[in-house]
């Protein structure tokens, strides 16, 4: 297989401190090591969502990029109140130490091993006098691995521990390389052994997924690259499939088939307990991992356990030390925050109806039926039209657009507006009269399917035309209009040209009333004149006598007239 990335020229990425040159052999400056650490913070905080949508393993919950960013960037933070002359031994401890501290998760537990081991390198290399590049590397990435997988109760192939590993080998084989051809292999090696993970697990593989933490770990590969060389690695964007989150009906249900993650800091007074709290753990559930931090003053531990009895998985705990920084998540209830508007207060309205209006007169109108109006006179963008939803602060919107804004923008307002406490439904009005007549069967005492529907039904009903000034020479179904001619439209299709406006008026009258009908709605444009809205009204009573007629000041620039008929 080949590697899945080439090397390609930063833009706008260098790291803080700017590229390192450095030899083979030469002291590693803690200087590294510091830009290296915000490197990844910013790199895990960047692909986060991607390796989000790549967590099917150990639980399908979607944290691990969370998880992992989170805790590299407590480590990095961490590095912010040591002096700038501070030693490499002091500044590897205190990035391990920063990332036991605010590990987060499985993965964060695991992250915090990484740099353990790079921590425990540093000090052997320092001891040996041989603090190189190429030494802290290799003896890092091995200690690394060793450190995780011991953490892990029931290490597996095909996660992280196995890129790490290969990313072990390959530095120990490049070990006499120059450091950039050694982070350069170990980068690509392990990306090589990343697109393996999919093949090496069932989860992965019936996902069609890489897996997330090892994608996590190439981050931090990759970060160091671009701090030795300069140079960022270019990789793939690595698909995830969240289709599935494991959680049915009302229970937590992971893949693990616990539903409660547990995790806490443990202060043992005798650190051989240890081996006894894992087994009692790993019979309460699965995905346990404790590992210890460097602390000088006391043997502490994080604890990681996934169960459906978290009191007794603390007690565990407290049986062997003291137990402090508790956090119990339910992984429903985590997958439900993450839906778009779990966290907003419930909305203080039951039912809303939204309509776009052109015209001082319409919007009236709208207000008066006891909609909310959105004013479209001077064009409408789909933020400012979802915004009003949200504005309407109700459980149950319908909206109409009124032909004022496009499909797709619907669409787009649907995507922004909608949430787990705000239900919308859009009626496909065209046209201002199809709003009325659908607000004049709106029933908020109705279920709100029921009510929506009887509103569609209204609106589908009724027959529409338009009146309005024709803005060049066209060609249309029935001849060619000159500039100024008055359109008579049904629907959007142009079926009457005529100089007279009363005339046009009432031709478009005689082909819409032509199939039969018993009202009349008019909505009158601001630019019609009072002699030419008389002439219709007049040509409708005498032709047309057993035919109600309903007619309003629309006020709407857009048309002379609105016509539906009913």
Same mark, same amino acid.
């Given at each position: #297989?080949? +590697?899945?990335?080439?090397?390609?020229?930063?833009? =706008?990425?260098?790291?803080?401190?700017?590229?390192?040159?450095?030899?083979?052999? @030469?002291?590693?400056?803690?200087?590294?090591?510091?830009?290296?650490?915000?490197?990844?913070?910013?790199?895990?905080?960047?692909?986060?969502?991607?390796?989000?949508?790549?967590?099917?393993?150990?639980?399908?919950?979607?944290?691990?990029? *969370?998880?992992?960013?989170?805790?590299?960037?407590?480590?990095?933070?961490?590095?912010?109140?040591?002096?700038?002359?501070?030693?490499?031994?002091?500044?590897?401890?205190?990035?391990?130490?920063?990332?036991?501290?605010?590990?987060?998760?499985?993965?964060?537990?695991?992250?915090?091993?990484?740099?353990?081991?790079?921590?425990? @390198?540093?000090?052997?290399?320092?001891?040996?006098?041989?603090?190189?590049?190429?030494?802290?590397?290799?003896?890092?990435?091995?200690?690394?691995?060793? *450190?995780?997988?011991?953490?892990? *109760?029931?290490?597996?192939?095909?996660?992280?521990?196995?890129?790490?590993?290969?990313?072990?080998?390959?530095?120990?084989?490049?070990?006499?390389?120059?450091?950039?051809?050694?982070?350069? @292999?170990?980068?690509?090696?392990? @990306?090589?052994?990343?697109?393996?993970?999919?093949?090496?697990?069932?989860?992965?593989?019936?996902?069609?997924?890489?897996?997330?933490?090892?994608?996590?770990?190439?981050?931090?590969?990759?970060?160091?690259?671009?701090?030795?060389? &300069?140079?960022?690695?270019?990789?793939?964007?690595?698909? &995830?499939?969240?289709?599935?989150?494991?959680?049915?009906?009302?229970?937590?249900? &992971?893949?693990?088939?616990?539903?409660?993650?547990?995790?806490?800091?443990?202060?043992?007074?005798?650190?051989?307990?240890?081996?006894?709290?894992?087994?009692?753990?790993?019979?309460? =559930?699965?995905?346990?991992?404790?590992?210890?931090?460097?602390?000088?003053?006391?043997?502490?531990?994080?604890?990681?356990?996934?169960?459906?009895?978290?009191?007794? !998985?603390?007690?565990?705990?407290?049986?062997?030390?003291?137990?402090?920084?508790?956090?119990?998540?339910?992984?429903?209830?985590?997958?439900?925050?993450?839906?778009?508007?779990?966290?907003?207060?419930?909305?203080?309205?039951?039912?809303?109806?939204?309509?776009?209006?052109?015209?001082?007169?319409?919007?009236?109108?709208?207000?008066?039926?006891?909609?909310?109006?959105?004013?479209?006179?001077? &064009?409408?963008?789909?933020?400012?039209?979802?915004?009003?939803?949200?504005?309407?602060?109700?459980?149950?919107?319908?909206?109409? =657009?009124?032909? #004022?804004?496009?499909?797709?923008?619907?669409?787009?307002?649907?995507?922004? !507006?909608?949430?787990?406490?705000?239900?919308?439904?859009?009626?496909?009005?065209?046209?201002?009269?199809?709003?009325?007549?659908?607000?004049?069967?709106?029933? +908020?005492?109705?279920?709100?399917?029921?009510?929506?529907?009887? #509103?569609?039904?209204?609106?589908?009903?009724?027959?529409?035309?338009?009146?309005?000034?024709?803005?060049?020479?066209?060609?249309?179904?029935?001849?060619?209009?000159?500039?100024?001619?008055?359109?008579?439209?049904?629907? *959007?299709?142009?079926?009457?040209?005529?100089?007279?406006?009363?005339?046009?008026?009432?031709?478009?009258?005689?082909? #819409?009333?032509?199939?039969?009908?018993?009202?009349?709605?008019?909505?009158?444009?601001?630019?019609?004149?009072?002699?030419?809205?008389?002439?219709?009204?007049?040509?409708?009573?005498?032709?047309?006598?057993?035919?109600?007629?309903?007619?309003?000041?629309?006020?709407?620039?857009?048309?002379?007239?609105?016509?539906?008929?009913?």
């Amino acid at each position: #297989m080949q +590697p899945v990335s080439g090397a390609q020229p930063v833009s =706008g990425a260098q790291p803080v401190g700017g590229v390192h040159a450095i030899g083979a052999s @030469a002291p590693i400056s803690p200087g590294l090591i510091r830009d290296w650490a915000r490197a990844c913070a910013d790199g895990l905080a960047e692909q986060r969502g991607e390796i989000n949508d790549l967590n099917v393993f150990p639980i399908p919950d979607a944290d691990t990029g *969370s998880n992992m960013a989170f805790t590299m960037a407590g480590a990095a933070d961490a590095l912010d109140d040591l002096p700038v002359d501070a030693d490499l031994c002091t500044v590897t401890r205190t990035l391990a130490d920063g990332a036991v501290a605010n590990a987060r998760g499985n993965s964060g537990i695991i992250l915090s091993q990484i740099l353990m081991g790079l921590a425990d @390198a540093a000090d052997l290399a320092t001891a040996d006098n041989d603090p190189s590049f190429n030494r802290l590397t290799a003896s890092g990435l091995r200690l690394a691995s060793l *450190s995780a997988q011991r953490a892990v *109760s029931v290490p597996r192939e095909g996660t992280v521990l196995t890129v790490l590993r290969v990313a072990a080998d390959v530095a120990a084989r490049e070990v006499h390389s120059a450091p950039a051809d050694l982070v350069r @292999a170990v980068a690509d090696e392990a @990306a090589i052994a990343l697109e393996e993970t999919t093949e090496q697990m069932i989860e992965l593989a019936n996902a069609g997924v890489v897996d997330a933490g090892a994608r996590g770990f190439l981050v931090l590969l990759d970060a160091m690259v671009l701090v030795v060389t &300069g140079v960022a690695n270019r990789r793939r964007t690595y698909r &995830g499939s969240m289709t599935d989150t494991g959680h049915a009906g009302g229970e937590c249900s &992971g893949s693990g088939d616990t539903d409660f993650e547990v995790m806490y800091i443990l202060v043992a007074d005798d650190g051989t307990r240890i081996a006894a709290l894992r087994d009692e753990l790993g019979q309460l =559930g699965d995905s346990v991992v404790i590992v210890g931090d460097s602390s000088a003053d006391a043997e502490q531990f994080s604890v990681h356990v996934h169960t459906d009895v978290p009191g007794e !998985a603390i007690e565990a705990g407290l049986r062997v030390g003291e137990v402090r920084d508790i956090r119990i998540s339910c992984f429903l209830l985590d997958e439900v925050r993450k839906d778009p508007g779990a966290n907003e207060p419930p909305p203080r309205h039951k039912r809303a109806v939204l309509v776009l209006a052109q015209g001082d007169g319409a919007a009236e109108l709208f207000a008066d039926a006891g909609a909310v109006v959105v004013r479209t006179d001077h &064009g409408i963008h789909p933020a400012t039209v979802a915004e009003a939803i949200r504005a309407a602060d109700s459980a149950h919107t319908i909206v109409m =657009g009124n032909g #004022m804004i496009a499909s797709a923008d619907l669409v787009s307002v649907g995507a922004d !507006a909608r949430s787990s406490k705000r239900s919308l439904v859009f009626i496909p009005t065209l046209s201002m009269v199809q709003c009325l007549a659908a607000l004049a069967v709106h029933e +908020p005492a109705e279920s709100p399917d029921v009510d929506a529907f009887a #509103m569609a039904e209204a609106a589908a009903a009724t027959r529409w035309g338009s009146l309005r000034r024709s803005t060049s020479r066209m060609m249309t179904l029935v001849g060619t209009c000159e500039l100024g001619d008055t359109l008579g439209l049904i629907g *959007s299709d142009v079926l009457v040209i005529d100089d007279d406006q009363a005339l046009a008026a009432a031709k478009l009258l005689d082909l #819409m009333l032509g199939t039969g009908g018993e009202l009349v709605t008019i909505l009158v444009g601001r630019d019609l004149c009072a002699e030419t809205r008389a002439r219709i009204s007049e040509h409708l009573h005498r032709e047309y006598p057993g035919i109600e007629l309903a007619m309003y000041d629309g006020g709407q620039t857009g048309q002379l007239l609105q016509i539906g008929v009913e």
